[in-house]
């Protein structure tokens, strides 16, 4: 080859890897909105082992990872012959800090889904999975960030569901 010919041929490779660098990861709202998609029976040919992570794919070999996983599967699916309201991308929410995110959907209360409880990601390669925090997810991702959870809301103590003692006596 001539040295103009190998220029070339570096400056051709040299865009491409820089092109494949710039790619944008996939946003995880239209990720989430696939999954919700996928739950409600609209992305028949998806599967649930389509969004979970690569760390817990790899447990699935195990009994306990395919119980889990079957537990998983018939929790999220809906019921036999439900037909249910495709999810709209614009109502998925989202909340990211580094490689994690939530995921919920807000719109009307008689939508399927709507209110149900967020749902964790983890990003990894540049795509998002579903995280559910087991050993192997934690060993490689490590754990869910604390400022990313939800709050739950604190039960009232007793002192707050009954009414004060009358002082002064006992």
Known sequence: MTSRALTWLSVFLLVGVFATACTPAQPIERRAHGFYSFLTGHRPSDSF???????FRSEITTQQGKSRLEMLTMALRPASGTKLDAPKLEDVRAITEGDFALTWLEGRPDQP?????PMRWVKVKGRWYLYFGTAKEYEQYKDFPSSLRREEPEVPGGSELSESAPSGTG
Do not use: W
């Open 49 to 55: 082992e389509d969004y979970i992570s690569p760390a």
């Open 113 to 117: 889904l709507t209110d149900s409880p």
